[in-house]
């Protein structure tokens, strides 16, 4: 009687594992997508040097919860025959927000750069982190809000190697990023 009953426990286990299995295959959960912060949620950058003002508006949206999404602005506001001198003693950039802007603390910011990329890279492949760079400068947030995180002085470095570059301003968040890119010209 014994050994009968082992095997019908055996037989037992064997089956509730079989079942279990087959069970877990075919639930299927996919993974949450989180909608990124709308364009025109997002506030307009603010470049400033000795004599002009340059004003560009965000080109990617991230969001990087279960899964990364992705949201590409292809009206983003940019600037033409954007020019910044190496001789300049300081460039500043600021955020101008309005009421529908997220400005606040709220959304918690980590960190804010810019920097330069060759002005051959492709937009998308700048979004993904994937190409060198030349770090102009960055600010850490800690309790900042958004609008003081994005508020210091830069320079060109004087070693720019090449005349033709992109502009990058990276504003990363937690779980999020903003990406704000414009072919710039250096001039000596």
């Known amino acids: 009687m014994t050994t009968r009953n082992g095997y019908i426990l055996l037989f037992s286990t064997i089956l509730f594992l079989i079942i279990n299995f ?54 983003a506001k940019s ?5 910044l001198d190496k001789k300049v003693n300081g460039s500043s950039l600021e955020l101008e927000c309005d009421s529908n802007d997220e400005c606040g603390t709220s959304v918690g910011p980590l960190l804010t750069k810019i920097y330069l ?23 850490e947030c800690g309790t900042l809000s958004i609008q003081q995180c994005a508020d210091f002085n830069f320079t060109i470095p004087n070693d720019a190697q090449f005349q033709n570059y992109k502009i990058v301003i990276d504003m990363s968040f ?12 250096i001039t000596n």
């Open 22 to 75: 087959i069970a877990l295959q075919l639930i299927h959960v996919d993974a949450a997508k989180f909608a990124t912060v709308p364009f025109d949620n997002i506030p307009i950058t603010k470049i400033s040097t000795d004599n002009r003002e340059y004003r560009l508006g965000a080109d990617f949206s991230i969001d990087f919860g279960d899964e990364t999404v992705i949201q590409k602005n292809f009206d």
């Open 174 to 185: 937690d779980e999020a990023k903003w990406i704000f890119i414009n072919p710039i010209r």
């Open 79 to 83: 600037v033409k025959n954007m020019t």
């Open 117 to 139: 990329v060759k002005s051959d890279a492709e937009d998308d492949e700048i979004a993904k982190n994937s190409i060198p760079s030349v770090e102009l400068e960055n600010n």
